[in-house]
Each structure stands twice: as structure tokens, then as C-alpha cells.
């Protein structure tokens, strides 16, 4: 049987976004990093139960020149030092206008990750804070899940679930999970 992953964004779902005038944005800096408590071992649980965790993250400062890559790396090596379940780190580098296949809100991140894994998308979830997460989660075809944030940026308009939290997502996976088991 196909394994089944969970989608993660990054800022805003693991960590905790920075906020300038409603809108997220990245930490700039490793120290500035919060992850949000008890994470690791909701999602250690749900790793258990076979779930492949795959963080799919935009980092488009790199491509602007306004955050070096290394910090990028760092800030994800920070994440996996707190959340070791964690299988997988994807990120795109690329600004808005680039064109490439993997920026959400395409599939491109979501598509290679479930080849990697050989991950059944529609078993799947994504679990984001922003509509292009949660667009990229539907043309994946996996289920979705938005953490309303209430940014000041439209929201998405068509989701599986709307939350209010990153640990509200991961208690609805953990109920579906155990009704496919039985």
C-alpha cells in the first residue's frame, strides 16, 4: 500500500511567522525562530502511525537577495532539530514571477515529494496558513487544511477544514487516520 503524508508549511504552521502590517513573513534570522509547542510529539505520533512528514516551504527573499540561503537552511535545520519525525525539507527558492513548477500555489513540491515517498496524494493532507498552500494542496489533489491566521490577505475559498491552530490540524488527522483504520 502507497504511503500517506502530511504537507507542512513551514512559517506560520511550524514556526511562528513574523507579522508586519497583517501579513507573514519569515523569521530573518535563525534566534528569531519559535516553534510551536508540542509539536514534535503530535507529529512523532502520526509519524507512527505512517505518516511521511514533508515540509514544503517558499522562500522567495533568497531569490530577491534580501535573505541569504544559508539562513533559510538554518532555520530548517533548527525546525528538524526540534521536530526530528520530520522526513523531508522542500523548499522553493524562486520569486513570484519565475515560472518554475515547484512555488505554491503549483504542485510542484507536493507531486516530487509524493514520488520520493511513493505517497498516496488523495490520502494525503496539506496543512497550511496561506491560500497558496492550500491551492497547492488542491491541485495536488490531497485533502486540505487552513490555519486561519486571519492575515490581511484573502483567504482561501474552498479548503477540507478551517482551524484556528497548527495542533487543531494535526487532532483532525489523527480522527481520519483512526477511522481508515477500522
Not at 508540542?38 to 507512527?48: M, P, S, T, V
Not at 512528514?53 to 540561503?69: E, H, K
Not at 491541485?139 to 490581511?152: H, P, V, W
Amino acid at each position: 500500500m502507497r504511503m500517506r503524508a502530511i504537507f507542512l508549511d513551514r512559517d506560520g504552521v511550524l514556526n511562528r511567522p513574523v507579522i508586519r502590517e497583517g501579513k507573514s513573513y519569515p523569521p530573518a534570522r535563525v534566534e528569531d525562530v519559535e516553534v510551536y509547542a508540542g509539536l514534535h510529539e503530535r507529529l512523532q505520533r502520526l509519524k507512527e502511525r505512517g505518516f511521511v512528514l514533508i515540509v514544503v516551504t517558499n522562500q522567495p527573499d533568497v531569490a530577491r537577495g534580501t535573505t541569504p540561503r544559508e539562513t533559510v537552511e538554518g532555520i530548517n535545520g533548527l525546525i528538524a532539530r526540534e521536530i526530528p519525525a520530520i522526513d523531508r525539507f522542500m523548499v522553493c527558492f524562486h520569486d513570484n514571477n519565475d515560472g518554475c513548477d515547484c512555488r505554491k500555489p503549483r504542485p510542484g513540491m507536493l507531486i516530487a515529494g509524493a514520488a520520493e515517498y511513493d505517497v498516496d496524494l488523495e490520502r494525503s493532507y496539506m496543512v497550511g496558513d496561506r491560500r497558496s498552500d492550500i491551492e497547492a494542496g488542491i491541485a495536488a489533489g490531497s485533502r486540505t487544511i487552513f490555519i486561519d491566521r486571519a492575515y490581511r490577505e484573502p483567504p482561501p475559498t474552498q479548503y477540507d477544514y478551517r482551524v484556528s491552530s497548527t495542533l487543531e490540524a494535526l487532532t483532525i488527522i489523527e480522527s481520519e487516520s483512526e477511522h481508515e483504520k477500522s
